[in-house]
């Protein structure tokens, strides 16, 4: 395989990225740049898009960049992210064969396959998840959520790049946060594969602040959709979550410790044995036994109260 094939496939994917995440900027198109900086680079000399090596987060998109991008996308992902898709006409009925492609909730003909680990825990804990290639970071965050038991009671974050200059992802701040100046974008509006797709790409998903759980979501494969499955669905994984409020990393090792030495447990380490009751077990995991809610119903519920 050449090099300038290479090249030109790498740019299209970028390019199909770019339209992916692109939003409205006073009648001007504008990605969010947070890609490979070479191809980047590459476009920009082509007159397709602004300089990256702006300060801005974002470079302008012209016309046939949005457009081949948008055919890219579609081609690839047969489904077109949330904020540039285009009504069907109430006559447009699917076909057949693509009816028979469908999942719940989505006319994806692929699944993105994740892995997701949570960091900090040795022996890891550990799930591996399918969801439609369509997906939002929202229906991602809800089958994560689902998938590694939480109970999504706290605040949330994915963040795609370095801690202080990286996109960050998730359920904007009305008002600024003290630990970041940047309200971040909403997650239900951002599709995943805008960011997340090739295999081997990653980001960091961050759960409940104050625990500061943080898990790494990385991108296994991207596959055909099963003709009989429901999605989203866990494959495999290992070891149960720990509980909600113990306090991070220290308290859930404190837990396990009195788990494993209750004879030696002290004061706290009693405590908190009798906070989580009887029936936890860190060793314990069926991904038969993973029930996904409705992420469509959960931002209804998310926005009621906002």
């Not at 669905?233 to 509980?243: E, V």
């Not at 314990?284 to 809610?293: L, M, N």
């Amino acid at each position: 395989m050449s090099e300038r094939f290479d090249t030109d496939r790498i740019d299209d994917v970028v390019r199909a990225l770019l339209w992916a995440n692109a939003f409205d900027d006073h009648g001007a198109h504008r990605a969010w740049k947070s890609l490979n900086r070479d191809a980047l680079d590459r476009l920009h000399a082509k007159g397709l898009i602004g300089n990256p090596h702006s300060h801005a987060y974002s470079v302008t998109l012209d016309h046939d960049a949005c457009e081949r991008g948008r055919m890219l996308f579609q081609q690839w992902f047969a489904a077109a992210p949330p904020q540039a898709a285009a009504p069907a006409a109430k006559a447009d009925r699917p076909t057949a064969a693509k009816a028979k492609a469908k999942t719940r909730a989505t006319g994806a003909a692929t699944v993105h396959q994740f892995k997701i680990t949570l960091d900090g825990i040795k022996p890891p804990i550990w799930r591996r998840i399918q969801l439609p290639s369509d997906a939002s970071f929202w229906d991602l965050h809800c089958a994560l959520n689902d998938a590694m038991g939480w109970e999504d009671a706290h605040l949330h974050e994915f963040r795609l790049g370095g801690r202080r200059n990286g996109l960050q992802i998730g359920i904007p701040m009305e008002v600024d946060m003290p630990w970041g100046a940047d309200p971040g974008l909403a997650d239900w509006d951002v599709p995943v594969a805008s960011h997340l797709a090739l295999p081997g790409a990653r980001c960091t998903y961050l759960y409940d602040f104050g625990d500061d759980w943080s898990h790494t979501v990385l991108l296994e494969d991207i596959l055909p959709v099963e003709a009989k499955a429901r999605y989203p669905r866990c494959l495999a994984g290992a070891r149960a979550c720990p509980p909600e409020d113990c306090g991070g990393i220290p308290g859930y090792q404190h837990i396990c410790a009195a788990l494993a030495n209750p004879a030696d447990a002290d004061e706290d380490a009693e405590e908190l044995l009798e906070w989580i009751g009887d029936d936890f077990d860190p060793e314990a995991f069926d991904p038969a036994k993973v029930k996904f809610g409705s992420a469509a119903r959960r931002l209804q519920a998310l926005h009621s109260r906002r």
